[in-house]
């Protein structure tokens, strides 16, 4: 079983947001104080792969650092980053999205404006802002299905 996982951050670098879509189970997400290592275990027990863009990096050492969850170690890793790079394919993943069509509700936010939202809705409880951002996370995940999707058809990985 596959699960497809993104997270945003504030500017500390701490997690305020995780988004993930586990195969059979449907998008789960959590935030702020809704976080817990115990919750997002307990919602991979069956997985095998977790699927993300630039996840080796940054998702799960940040995931190790802040919730002392280890899934480079326990877990099968597909870093479509990687498989991008393999590809010869220039650019992040909304550069990505667009060029292979994938559509998107929240064009024009991007990582920094992720933390913009978060600080916004932290600072002043701006509930609009926690929503963009709650639904620019989903986007995120959602997209990982179907970009890796055409990186298999592309030949980029092995699933």
């Known amino acids: 079983m596959r699960a497809y996982l993104d997270i945003e951050t504030d500017r500390s670098g701490k997690i305020c947001v995780i988004g993930l879509l586990v195969e059979n189970n449907g998008f789960l997400q959590w935030y702020g104080d809704g976080i817990s290592p115990e919750t997002i275990e307990r919602e991979l027990l069956n997985v095998k792969t977790i699927v993300t863009f630039n996840g080796d990096l940054f998702d799960l050492p940040q995931m190790k650092k802040c919730l002392n ?83 298999d058809d592309l030949g980029g990985g092995v699933r």
């Open 69 to 151: 969850i280890d899934l480079q170690t326990n877990f099968k890793s597909r870093d479509l980053f990687k498989d991008k790079k393999r590809l010869g394919i220039k650019g992040g993943l909304k550069d990505l999205e667009k060029m292979f069509g994938i559509a998107r509700k929240t064009e024009g936010v991007n990582g920094y404006k992720a933390m913009w939202l978060w600080e916004k809705y932290k600072k002043y409880g701006n509930e609009d802002a926690l929503k963009l951002l709650l639904e620019y996370n989903k986007e995120d995940v959602v997209n990982l299905t179907r970009l890796e999707e055409i990186m």
